[in-house]
């Protein structure tokens, strides 16, 4: 019967063998234990990027969190991982990368949201349709539109804002406030105080038409608009025109009588025109019959100014 006991060189074999794998074992706990050691600690974190947001307090709480729930361990076994997760977590952080910078220290960039509105009464809104949470001046806050709509909406009005901005720039327009109903209904509040209704977006141009319209009466809506219309009122969901009412016109203007009153307009400055040039040629006729005198052989010329005598 075979036995290993009996193979010299296969227990030679063996031994080597063991040998290696003994040595690899304390090879690893010396490294782990020197790594462990207080020189290789991490004792410093350094945020770089947007950080004027940053809550100071609320930070080193969540950085003494990790170093004291066994995470940190040193320099080479800290989860970097699970420290950007947790500031993922504040809602104003977009995006975080992370990396140990030799001996103690751990660097975090941080980009964060950048406020275009205000959502609702609360948060912000950022460009592509985050609602967050952030630490904004109150003089910025002031300078941002106001938004509202729904909660699972915030990206589609986020999408829209730029849109109105550039249809009402043209007439020399700016929002103030922007509103999205629950029937996905748009409603703008100019910076005078004025509104518009758009309506729904039933169709992917019914709000540009609408637009054109507005934009093709801009003199006439800015004729009639002041700089403080608390009670002013434009409805674009017509279909030929649009309803307006505003503190000089104290009453509602349809499309028709919008035309209307330009085709007036127009015809006003045409016969008056006409007028000027119709006095002018009279008077010269006129003058001309004025300054004409009776030929001295024309007997019926004579005899007509006698009977006038």
Known sequence: ???????????QKVARALWRV??????????????????????QFRFVGDVEQLDEARLHGLMNKHLTDGLAGGFFSMDLNSVESSLKDISWVKSTSIRRVWPHEIEVS???????????????????????????????????????????????????????TEWLKPMGLTMSKLSLSERYSWRVVLSNGLEIEFGREDTPTVLEERVRRLQQSAKFVLDNISENESHGYIDLRYPNGFAMRSE??????????????????????????????????????????????????????????????
């Not at 019967?1 to 227990?11: A, R």
């Not at 919008?258 to 016969?271: A, G």
């Not at 001295?296 to 005598?309: A, H, I, P």
């Open 110 to 164: 941080i980009e964060a949201y950048k406020p275009v509105a205000v959502w609702q009464a609360g948060g912000f809104l950022s460009s592509d349709g985050q609602v967050f949470e952030a630490n904004v001046s109150g003089a910025q806050k002031s300078k941002l539109l106001i938004t509202e709509g729904p909660a699972e909406a915030s990206k589609l009005v986020a999408d829209f804002i730029p849109k109105f």
């Open 1 to 11: 019967m075979f036995s290993i006991w009996h193979d010299i060189g296969l227990m």
């Open 248 to 309: 000089s016109l104290h009453r509602v203007s349809n499309g028709a009588e919008i035309n209307k009153q330009l085709l007036s307009e127009s015809e006003t400055k045409t016969d008056a025109k006409s007028v000027v040039k119709t006095s002018k040629s009279v008077t010269k006729k006129t003058t001309k019959e004025v300054v004409k005198k009776p030929r001295g052989g024309d007997k019926s010329d004579t005899t007509r100014s006698k009977e006038n005598r």
């Open 22 to 43: 003994a040595a690899a074992l304390l090879v690893f706990a010396g490294l782990a234990w020197v790594l462990q050691q207080p020189y290789f600690a991490i004792n």
